[in-house]
């Protein structure tokens, strides 16, 4: 063979290569970094006592007499959550905007004589704090007299475009595929759901159980897989029919970067109910689902739903406070940092090393030093790669196992026992290609975890 047909064979070869990763695209990258948002379940519901309406519901019961959008976003900021998803409209049909395209929406309830609009004071509230803003518009609709047939794909795109059109920038839309008996014969037209984001919201990420650009995690416990993959292939995968175990975990030679979000109550059920107080997830709970969800290369979606006065209750938004206050006191002190390369300790993704199958990366702290949480993060604009590490630390004589791990992707935290030592070294045992780790802390887990 000539040498120019292996210079070409050469090159194909790494094409081949390159072609096949599989990276994020920059508003999945940012999407993650937000790391903790919030959804807000809202809707007849609250007043009904119930988890799903069935469509009946009088609009004359919805008056929440004391909302108050910006105490939502006060609270939201206190616990550190970026986003606030807000249930736009649920299965049984009640929209919390000034819809022309139906009657059983605010404008027939006699909050603010039917002039309210919920989700444009929701909106603006989350843009004057700087939060960003998501919609749930939900596919199945108790109330609808066209749902079932081809006409009711027409209907939801008019309302889906009205979310879009009318109230800023839309961060995140919120889709799922619940369904009703009546509809067995009727498909969601969900890529012409999608084309009409992608025209009218181009910035904003998409969640289905499959994507395009989110994906459920296949719980609504709030957990992550111990190994979790942001690629999964969703060939010949539909919504509502997804495999949950294949969701939790990801696969690692997935066609699709599509991450996993988390979602979970901060109550038993979604919407509020008087007598679920006593199940408000305490902040160590909360705290707990962080390390199962974040530190798992998900994303945290905590629901806290309204009362019916129109407000986060107390219990929940001390919750949540405290939630963010243990993490900050956890995470305020890198014991790696100004030890380990500046670049693996300044919070970003972009400055990172690069690591290499079986090469030993070693920090030694210059002192003896105290941890027992770890944390690591891969670079992921540039794909997820390591498949299994180990970690272990110097007792003065010799090196002993710490804690073993498989994926990391965004981040991939670890809980140890106390362990004291001035030196700690990291294996990568195996990784789908060149790693670019970009942060490495070590800490002191806070005394109130």
Known sequence: MKKSH?????????????????????????????????????????????????????????????????????????????MIILTAKHHDGFCLWQSKYTNHSVKN???????????????????????????????????ETTYGTDKYNDYYKNQLRE???????????????AKGENAKNMQYDFQGYWDIVHQLQPNAVLFSDIGPDVRWVGNEKGFAGETCWSTITTDGMGIGKADEKYLNTGDANGKSWITPECDVSIRKGWFYHESENSTVRTPQNLVDLYYKSVGRNGLMLL?????????????????????????????????????????????????????????????????????????????????QMIESLS???????????????????????????????????????????????????????????
């Open 6 to 82: 292996y210079a070409i064979l050469s090159i194909l070869f790494i094409w081949n290569n390159i072609s096949a990763q599989v990276l994020p695209s920059n508003k999945q990258v940012q999407w993650q970094q937000m790391e903790t948002n919030l959804f807000a379940h809202f809707t007849v519901n609250t007043y009904t006592d119930k988890e799903w309406g069935d469509g009946t519901e009088s609009p004359n019961i919805f008056n929440p007499v004391n909302f108050d959008a910006h105490q939502w976003v006060k609270a939201a900021k206190e616990g550190g959550f970026k």
């Open 163 to 177: 979310l879009l059109s009318n109230y800023g920038e839309i961060s995140e839309v919120w889709f799922d595929g």
């Open 109 to 143: 309830s006699p909050w603010k004589n039917g002039k309210g609009d919920i989700v444009k004071e929701v909106s603006d509230a989350c843009k004057e704090a700087g939060l960003k803003f998501g919609v749930y518009l939900s596919p199945w609709d108790r109330h």
């Open 303 to 383: 629901n806290i739903p309204p009362n019916r006065a129109g407000l986060f209750d107390e219990t929940d938004v001390n919750a949540i406070k405290e939630f963010r206050s243990i993490l900050t006191e956890t995470f305020a002190n890198n014991l790696a940092k100004g030890k380990a390369i500046y670049s693996l300790s300044d919070n970003k993704l972009s400055t990172a090393i690069t690591l290499k199958e079986n090469q030993i990366w070693e920090l030694n702290f210059k002192q003896t030093v105290q941890f027992n949480r770890i944390s690591l993060q891969e670079n992921i604009a540039k794909g």
């Open 391 to 449: 970690i272990q630390y110097w007792n003065g004589v010799s090196w002993q196992n710490l804690s073993n791990a498989t994926t990391v992707g965004y981040k991939k935290l670890l809980k140890t026992n106390l362990i004291e030592t001035n030196k700690v070294r990291m294996k990568i045992h195996k990784a789908k290609g060149t790693v670019s780790l970009a942060e490495i802390g070590f800490y002191k887990a806070s005394d109130r975890e």
